[in-house]
Nanobody, 120 residues
Framework: QVQLVESGGGLVQPGGSLRLSCAAS????????MAWYRQAPGKQRELVAS???????FYADSVKGRFTISRDNAKNTVYLQMNSLKPEDTAVYSC??????????????WGQGTQVTVSS
């Protein structure tokens, strides 16, 4: 069984930084795209950033220049370094990955989510 476990959320003041981690475990053959999404109260879930196995990245306009996504393929882990945080970054951040348990059989997996609160 495959699991994604996030860590690193919390409360931070505006202008501060946090680093989120998401580790995949279980019967993993290969991991394709890994991504971070967020959902604020009363809003739809949005894609924050994504990264391919070859480290090509995508960022939402709202986080460009402030957030950095990276991954360690040997550890099946994706990171999100968040700098210059703003109150509007407050949300539940969830990790997502396309994971294959055997060749060619990719499926969608989500982490449980971690709360990020930016407030003074």
């Amino acid at each position: 069984q495959v699991q994604l476990v996030e860590s690193g959320g919390g409360l931070v003041q505006p202008g501060g930084s946090l680093r989120l981690s998401c580790a995949a475990s279980g019967n993993i053959f290969s991991i394709n795209v890994m991504a971070w999404y967020r959902q604020a109260p009363g809003k739809q879930r949005e894609l924050v950033a994504s990264i391919t196995r070859g480290s090509s990245t995508f960022y939402a306009d709202s986080v460009k220049g402030r957030f950095t996504i990276s991954r360690d393929n040997a550890k099946n882990t994706v990171y999100l370094q968040m700098n210059s945080l703003k109150p509007e970054d407050t949300a539940v951040y969830s990790c997502h990955a396309w994971i294959a348990v055997r060749i060619g059989a990719y499926a969608s997996y989500w982490g449980q989510g971690t709360q990020v609160t930016v407030s003074s």
